[in-house]
Structures are given as structure tokens and as C-alpha cells.
């Protein structure tokens, strides 16, 4: 059974024993802010692969390379100029970049899926003290089995993986709530490979360039974590929703007027003030919510496609998809 450490009130003890995981190849569980991440030593093959044992993943996925600062990231992928605007202006954030890989830097072809990018970004908070102290870049999915939603708080990562993992730092409650926003920086062109933390309009306010988007054939490739169906809530959803069918659960935005919401069987507001950063922050725990609800269906009211708007749309779409 998972040991959880209080990481906010007792880092000292927290810190000891993710170290201690760490080097013995295992994975640790890390909260970021956007959500809690199953961590390993992104250097050994062994730490790597058991990312994927605890997950269920079914196939080598690139992962996330998470580091402690620039200077760090540096030695293990290549910056332009460009790169390393966004780097500056977002970092420590929700931004991962996906950049060229540095030749001999030491990151495992495990944890790129043997391509010649890695996707790098740096976390923060704990996350990024945790890297620091370890020193070696850490290799981090989201911390839920393959195919569920994303965790954004200790508690949910200690029900589906507590008799998988070790160790479990918490923090409380992620602060952005959905995972990082991931470009790629090809030449003097930044592609979107997934919506997430950061809006795509502030990237391109930093950059002064457009992102391109769209890149969806590309992204499918580059990107094999985006299957449709991630995300997936037992329970099915109906998006884009203006009334409640008999059996459903209800997720609101910012208040609106929902017909028959009386009658959901489970009834949550991701923002009463229609804030999208505090939506994309309740996201997952309401959709857990909501699931954990009973009802056949979750109906979700219409949420403004600017900003995070984006990013929640995104997740809320692959949950809706049909599971495979
Ligand atoms: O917020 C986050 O990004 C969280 C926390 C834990 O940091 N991590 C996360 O990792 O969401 P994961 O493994 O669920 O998503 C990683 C995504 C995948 O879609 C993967 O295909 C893509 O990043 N990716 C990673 N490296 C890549 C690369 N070199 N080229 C293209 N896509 C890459
Ligand atoms: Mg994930």
C-alpha cells in the first residue's frame, strides 16, 4: 500500500522518501500544478518502464521529461531563441516544449519513444525542489491508470494506483487543474500538440507569432497520447447540454439557466462566476464527481471555446468520445 507524505506541512520526511524511491528505479507520485504526475528517473530504462507497468499504458508513449530550470533543461534539449522566449516567459508553468533533443544528453529512448525531440517543461513548486534535489531530469505522466481521468488531488491518485505505488507526496489540490499546454517548436514555426494550462492566445502575445493549430494528423502521430478516448469517465456525456434528461447528472458553467436541473442527480457548477481558470481547476474532481454519481449520463452545459475555454472543451470531447 501507497504511503502518502504531507508534503506542505513535513517536506523533509516527504522528500527523504521520494529520493530514496527514486534511486532504487522506481516511480514516486508527484503533485505539479496543473496535476499529480507518476514520476521516475527519465536517464534509466527500469525507472522508465515501470511508469508504464503502473499505468497499464499499452505501448511506449513519449513522456514528459519534467526539470528543475533552464540551465538543466539545457543540457538535455536544444533551445532557439524562440524556444527559449517561451521558456522565459512561461517557466516555471504549464508549458511543455517539445524541442530537439540533445545528442548524448542522457535522457533514455524509452522516454521518447526514440524520437530525436523530447518534450521538456518545469514545474512548479515542490515538483521542481523534488527534480533539484535528485538532480536528474524526472520522466512523468499523469498518475492514473491508462485511460481515466487525470488526477488533481492525492486522494484520487491513492484510489486507483494505492496498491501500485510506493510513495505519494501530497500537496492538495493542483492549482491549474489540467494538463500542460504542449508546443512544438519546429524551426521558426510553433505548432499545437495539445491545449492545457496556458491559453494559446498568451503564447502567441510572448512569441509575437500565431500557433498553428489543426495539426491534428501530425499531432495523432506525434502525440499517441491524444487517443480520442482519454479521459474517459465510466459514465457517458453529453456536451453542449441546455436542459436534464431523466438520469443525469448535471455539470453548469457560470450559472446558466438549465432546464429541469431539478431533476439531475448530481448537480455541479465547474465556476457560479463563470471564471474559467477556476473551471479547468474543477474539472476533473467534478467529472469524478459526477461519475461517482450513478448517473448514465453526465450532461455538461456549453462552455466558451477563448482562453482555458480551449483546453476544457478539448478534455471534455475526448471523454465524450466513444471508448474503445
Ligand atoms: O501537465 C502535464 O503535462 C502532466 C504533468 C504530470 O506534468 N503530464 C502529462 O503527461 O500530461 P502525459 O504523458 O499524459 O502526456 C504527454 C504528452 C503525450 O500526448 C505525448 O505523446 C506528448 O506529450 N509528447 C511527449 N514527448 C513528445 C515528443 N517528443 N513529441 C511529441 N509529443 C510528445
Ligand atoms: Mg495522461
Redesign the pocket.
Known amino acids: 500500500m501507497a504511503e502518502i507524505f504531507d508534503a506542505s506541512r513535513n517536506w523533509d520526511n516527504a522528500l527523504g522518501a521520494a529520493l530514496a524511491t527514486l534511486k532504487l528505479a522506481k516511480p514516486v507520485v508527484v503533485p505539479?500544478e496543473?496535476?499529480y504526475?507518476l514520476a521516475a528517473d527519465a536517464t534509466n530504462p527500469e525507472a522508465i518502464t515501470s511508469i508504464y507497468e503502473v499505468k497499464g499504458r499499452p505501448r511506449f508513449?513519449?513522456?514528459?521529461c519534467?526539470m528543475a530550470d533552464m540551465a538543466m533543461a539545457k543540457h538535455y534539449a536544444a533551445f532557439s531563441p524562440l524556444a527559449e522566449k517561451l521558456a522565459k516567459a512561461f517557466w516555471p508553468g504549464?508549458l511543455?516544449l517539445?524541442l530537439p533533443l540533445t545528442p548524448g544528453g542522457g535522457i533514455h529512448e524509452l522516454a521518447?519513444a526514440g524520437?530525436s525531440?523530447?518534450?521538456v517543461?518545469v514545474?512548479r513548486g515542490l515538483a521542481g525542489d523534488l527534480i533539484r534535489a535528485f538532480g536528474k531530469p524526472l520522466a512523468?505522466?499523469?498518475a492514473n491508470t491508462s485511460g481515466k481521468i487525470s488526477p488533481t488531488t492525492a486522494q484520487h491518485v491513492a484510489e486507483d494506483l494505492g496498491d501500485k505505488v510506493e510513495v505519494i507526496l501530497d500537496a492538495g489540490a493542483c492549482g491549474v487543474g489540467l494538463?500542460?499546454t504542449?508546443i512544438?517548436v519546429d524551426g521558426d514555426r510553433l505548432i499545437l500538440?495539445?491545449p492545457?494550462g496556458v491559453a494559446v492566445e498568451e503564447i502567441e502575445a510572448a512569441a509575437g507569432q500565431t500557433v498553428e493549430r489543426g495539426a491534428s494528423h501530425a499531432a495523432a502521430i506525434?502525440?499517441?497520447?491524444?487517443l480520442a478516448s482519454h479521459y474517459a469517465p465510466g459514465a457517458a456525456m453529453r456536451l453542449g447540454a441546455k436542459q436534464v434528461r431523466d438520469g443525469e447528472a448535471l455539470i453548469n458553467f457560470g450559472a446558466q439557466p438549465i432546464e429541469d436541473a431539478n431533476i439531475a442527480l448530481a448537480n455541479f457548477d465547474l465556476s457560479p462566476r463563470g471564471d474559467l481558470h477556476e473551471a479547468a481547476a474543477n474539472l476533473f474532481s467534478m467529472m469524478k464527481r459526477a461519475d461517482a454519481s450513478g448517473a448514465a449520463t453526465i450532461a455538461v452545459a456549453p462552455i466558451p471555446m477563448a482562453g482555458l475555454g480551449e483546453a476544457i472543451n478539448d478534455r471534455l470531447t475526448r471523454a465524450a468520445a466513444p471508448k474503445t
Open positions: 505539479t496543473t496535476v504526475g508513449n513519449p513522456l514528459i519534467h504549464p511543455t517539445v521518447t524520437l525531440t523530447v518534450g517543461r514545474p512523468a505522466p499523469s494538463e500542460s504542449i512544438k500538440l495539445r492545457g506525434e502525440a499517441p497520447g491524444m
